[in-house]
């Protein structure tokens, strides 16, 4: 089965509630009409109510069975989540009355919800940037126990006939650590591994990226992905990993027995490790709109409950992909 089609159809299994902080947006709505059309989750919709409504009206729809609209203004939860919100925050500074005022914003309230168990996770940013979903995510939500650093992943799928090499893949991190240090690196590069795991159910074979292979070109910057393959290696003794790889001798086997002749990877790469975010972002971007690919993301890992992040440049179909992906994680 492909990779969309089985997380779509986990996801009906599961029957997971997840939340929408952007309820007010037109593609969200219509994410919304389309997933509790083919049953995939049960949906909350956070924003103003009469708004939000007013969403519906214009596809010519109504919130029915297992869709509830929550207006952070006049909520019944308003006071606990704002109570919750201060107890998370109190140490570094806010009051009652910040948090009152904090929790009016629909992705703090959306991901105070999760972390009270009203939902079993969150998606935004179909409207607000990445920085204000993860920050929101990562003070509200808060990493796994024995994690510290919260990446992104893209997982990216290729299934157009014209795609030389279809299935799916990762691309990390595309969204949120701007300038990783090489034990940052590592870190993302297993946090990966384990996410395509998971979600795709395949062994993980990860290349970590740069504009050298095996050192044919000599910078610090190599160095940096260097260092971080070592960390990697030694610290996930049965990880899949090389590096440093340039892209075409990480994905394609003829480069590969040309320019990394002893790689363990052959040119046959699924979770790909950019160097920094600028890398990272410009390439999922290329991909997708360049060569077709399906976009999810980005994908927060890390976390001790789902919490996922939009492009602003997303369409309806991209919200459902990403509400079945959080649903797969809120099975984990
Ligand atoms: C996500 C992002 C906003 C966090 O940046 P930041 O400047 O460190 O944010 P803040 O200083 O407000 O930090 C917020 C909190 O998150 C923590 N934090 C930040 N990044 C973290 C990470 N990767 N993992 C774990 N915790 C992190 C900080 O320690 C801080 O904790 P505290 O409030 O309890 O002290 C920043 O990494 C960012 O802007 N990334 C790029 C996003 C982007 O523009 N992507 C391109 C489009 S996808
Ligand atoms: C992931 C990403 O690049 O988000 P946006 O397009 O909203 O900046």
Same mark, same amino acid.
């Given at each position: 089965m492909k990779p969309l089609e089985m997380l779509l159809q986990n996801a009906a299994r599961s029957q997971k509630t997840i939340v929408l902080s952007e309820g007010t947006d037109p593609r969200v709505v219509q994410a919304a009409i389309q997933v509790r059309a083919q049953g995939i989750a049960r949906i909350i919709?956070? /924003?103003?109510?009469? =708004?939000?409504? *007013?969403?519906?009206?214009?596809?010519?729809?109504?919130?029915?069975?297992g869709i509830d609209i929550h207006d952070p203004a006049t909520?019944?939860?308003?006071?606990? *989540?704002? *109570?919750?919100y201060y107890d998370l925050r109190k140490e570094k500074g806010v009051t009652l009355e910040h948090a009152l005022r904090a929790?009016?914003?629909? &992705?703090?309230y959306a991901a105070l919800l999760v972390r009270k168990g009203y939902a079993d996770g969150?998606? /935004? /940013?179909?409207?607000?940037?990445?920085?204000?979903?993860?920050?929101?995510a990562i003070q509200v939500i808060g990493p796994k126990p024995g994690t510290k650093l919260i990446s992104s992943f893209f997982l990216m799928l290729f299934c157009e006939e014209h795609h030389s090499k279809k299935g799916a893949f990762i691309f990390t991190d595309s969204g949120l650590v701007v300038d990783p240090n090489a034990e940052e690196l590592a870190q993302i590069a297993i946090a990966?591994?384990?996410?395509?795991?998971?979600?795709?159910?395949?062994?993980?074979?990860?290349? +970590? *990226?740069?504009f050298s =292979? &095996?050192?044919?070109?000599? &910078?610090?910057?190599?160095?940096?992905?260097v260092r971080a393959t070592a960390i990697a290696k030694e610290t996930n003794p049965e990880l899949l990993v090389d590096g440093e790889l340039q892209f075409d001798a990480a994905f394609v086997p003829d480069v590969a027995s040309a320019k990394a002749s002893t790689s363990p990877l052959q040119g046959d790469a699924n979770v790909f490790v950019f160097p920094n975010l600028e890398s990272g972002n410009i390439a999922y971007k290329v991909a997708q709109r360049m060569a077709g690919a399906v976009a999810i993301g980005p994908i927060l890992q890390g976390l001790s409950k789902p919490a996922n992040d939009l492009s602003r440049g997303c369409s309806a179909e991209d919200i459902i992909? +990403?509400?079945?992906?959080?649903?797969?994680q809120a099975e984990e």
């Open positions: 919709l956070v /924003g103003d109510d009469v =708004t939000v409504r *007013l969403q519906f009206s214009l596809a010519q729809s109504e919130p029915g069975d909520s019944p939860y308003l006071d606990e *989540l704002a *109570l919750q929790v009016l914003q629909p &992705h703090v969150t998606v /935004g /940013g179909a409207v607000a940037t990445t920085a204000d979903i993860v920050r929101a990966s591994a384990r996410s395509y795991e998971t979600l795709i159910g395949d062994t993980p074979r990860v290349a +970590m *990226l740069s =292979t &095996h050192g044919s070109a000599d &910078h610090p910057a190599v160095d940096k992905v992909h +990403m509400i079945a992906v959080t649903a797969a």
